[in-house]
């Protein structure tokens, strides 16, 4: 999920960190099934611990929302079994990925989509994304995440657990407001309200996660990792791996590079947890920003112009650094904006503020993929070239 606004841009890739350790629990005996994914696996994981980091990206993903619920809304109405398994089998088979973010409020829905994952042949990284809870409610939300991901293992899948995502904005407590909006509205405020609301943020933060693995530890035995973002100067010694939103955009462009070269200091290898641009001109510019180009109302900004090449454009652009700086893993934002249906009219095309790399038809049906309700985009056989090639 992208949550900046944009007082939040300049400072997208401060100070996160990204890395993908090894599991602190052995795997347990027993796998229930073997493809030839899981063989490549298990020879590129003996490769990632016995040789150095560069050049090398191991994990291909995208990532994959099951409905996530800010202000009480939410990303996806409509959530069917049947087409999220053809989904999963199109993400692993013609996108070429390797492993999938899963992410979502409901863990019944993150469930279903995960052993969907798992049967084709997808690494999964089993990520709850909840929204407008306070730290007392996410305590035993996160332990019954973690329950659900240790079964998915047990049976034979390969598991990552994430610890939630941005917590700073989509949890209560740790910027003033009850709701996601609310909490935005102290990110776009004068630069000393803006500090002095985050300065407590890193504190707090880090203490909650540190309570938190520390309870879905004992639970589930594969690798845990956090998605963050740079306000929350993430303390990464409870992690297994590091988990950071690497957005270029207008503000870092010049310093892009080297910024990411930061998150390699860990000792641990690196994965980015989201990347990606939305579907108008200079969209790459807006970096994780764009999604506010629908403007209150359910309408486009007036001038927006539709362009799927700017997707192609940032992610040919950013898919070779995050290679050449040896990123383990990326996950690509995203497979789908599913309550952003694309539109004739410019400014009732909700698509030209969606991130993904398909577009949702306004109810219709695809050519490509017949019964789907979406097409793919420019941006999805750009991926998957780029997949298929590494």
Same mark, same amino acid.
């Given at each position: 999920?992208?949550?900046?606004?944009?007082?939040? %841009?300049?400072?997208?890739?401060?100070?996160? !960190?990204?890395?993908?350790?090894?599991?602190?629990?052995?795997?347990?005996?027993?796998?229930?099934?073997?493809?030839?994914?899981?063989?490549?696996?298990?020879?590129?994981?003996?490769?990632?611990?016995?040789?150095?980091?560069?050049?090398?990206? &191991?994990?291909?993903?995208?990532?994959?929302?099951?409905?996530?619920? @800010?202000?009480?809304?939410?990303?996806?109405?409509?959530? =069917?079994?049947?087409?999220?398994? #053809?989904?999963?089998?199109?993400?692993?088979?013609? %996108?070429?990925?390797?492993?999938? #973010?899963?992410?979502?409020?409901?863990?019944? &829905?993150?469930?279903?989509?995960?052993?969907?994952?798992?049967?084709? !042949?997808?690494?999964?990284?089993?990520?709850?994304? @909840?929204?407008?809870?306070?730290?007392?409610? %996410?305590? @035993?939300?996160?332990?019954?995440?973690?329950?659900?991901?240790?079964?998915?293992?047990? =049976?034979?899948?390969?598991?990552?657990?994430?610890?939630?995502?941005?917590?700073?904005?989509?949890?209560?407590?740790?910027?003033?407001?009850?709701?996601?909006?609310?909490?935005?509205?102290?990110?776009?405020?004068?630069?000393?309200?803006?500090?002095?609301?985050?300065?407590?943020?890193?504190?707090?933060?880090?203490?909650? %996660?540190?309570?938190?693995?520390?309870?879905? #530890?004992?639970?589930? !035995?594969?690798?845990?990792?956090?998605?963050?973002?740079?306000?929350?100067?993430?303390?990464?010694?409870?992690?297994?791996?590091?988990?950071?939103?690497?957005?270029?955009?207008?503000?870092?462009?010049?310093? $892009?590079?080297?910024?990411?070269?930061?998150?390699?200091?860990?000792?641990?290898?690196?994965?980015?947890?989201?990347?990606?641009?939305?579907?108008?001109?200079?969209?790459?510019?807006?970096?994780?920003?764009?999604?506010?180009?629908?403007?209150?109302?359910?309408?486009?900004?007036?001038?927006?112009?539709? =362009?799927?090449?700017?997707?192609?454009?940032?992610?040919?652009?950013?898919?070779?650094?995050?290679?050449?700086?040896?990123?383990?893993?990326? $996950?690509?934002?995203?497979?789908?904006?599913?309550?952003?249906?694309?539109?004739?009219?410019?400014?009732?095309?909700?698509?030209?503020?969606?991130?993904?790399?398909?577009?949702?038809?306004?109810?219709?049906?695809?050519?490509?993929?017949?019964?789907?309700?979406?097409?793919?985009?420019?941006?999805?056989?750009?991926?998957?070239?780029?997949?298929?090639?590494?």
């Amino acid at each position: 999920m992208v949550a900046d606004g944009a007082q939040l %841009l300049p400072n997208r890739i401060e100070q996160g !960190g990204l890395e993908f350790g090894t599991p602190s629990t052995p795997a347990r005996s027993g796998v229930a099934r073997i493809s030839i994914r899981h063989i490549m696996y298990l020879n590129i994981h003996h490769k990632i611990q016995t040789e150095p980091y560069g050049g090398f990206m &191991r994990g291909k993903g995208v990532q994959y929302d099951t409905g996530t619920f @800010p202000n009480g809304d939410t990303t996806r109405s409509i959530f =069917d079994p049947a087409t999220v398994a #053809r989904e999963m089998r199109v993400i692993a088979d013609d %996108l070429h990925c390797t492993t999938v #973010r899963i992410t979502g409020g409901d863990p019944e &829905r993150l469930t279903v989509a995960a052993r969907y994952a798992a049967e084709a !042949g997808l690494e999964v990284w089993f990520s709850p994304f @909840p929204c407008e809870l306070t730290e007392q409610e %996410l305590l @035993p939300y996160f332990d019954d995440c973690a329950d659900r991901a240790e079964a998915l293992r047990r =049976d034979g899948a390969r598991v990552v657990f994430v610890t939630g995502c941005e917590l700073s904005l989509f949890a209560r407590g740790y910027l003033p407001g009850d709701t996601f909006n609310d909490r935005m509205e102290t990110m776009r405020a004068a630069p000393p309200v803006r500090a002095a609301a985050l300065a407590a943020i890193p504190e707090r933060v880090n203490a909650f %996660l540190s309570r938190v693995v520390a309870s879905v #530890r004992p639970r589930f !035995g594969g690798p845990i990792s956090y998605a963050s973002i740079p306000i929350e100067h993430i303390d990464w010694t409870p992690f297994d791996i590091v988990g950071v939103d690497a957005y270029r955009n207008q503000y870092n462009a010049a310093t $892009f590079r080297e910024d990411l070269r930061q998150y390699f200091t860990h000792g641990k290898p690196v994965a980015v947890t989201e990347a990606g641009c939305c579907t108008f001109r200079g969209a790459g510019d807006w970096g994780a920003g764009g999604w506010t180009v629908i403007e209150e109302g359910g309408t486009v900004k007036p001038g927006t112009i539709r =362009d799927e090449d700017e997707q192609v454009r940032y992610m040919n652009d950013l898919l070779p650094i995050f290679e050449a700086e040896g990123f383990d893993t990326i $996950f690509w934002f995203s497979f789908a904006g599913f309550e952003l249906p694309h539109r004739p009219d410019p400014r009732h095309d909700l698509d030209l503020g969606s991130y993904g790399i398909v577009r949702m038809l306004d109810g219709a049906q695809g050519h490509t993929y017949p019964g789907m309700p979406w097409e793919p985009k420019q941006a999805f056989h750009a991926l998957a070239r780029h997949y298929e090639d590494r």
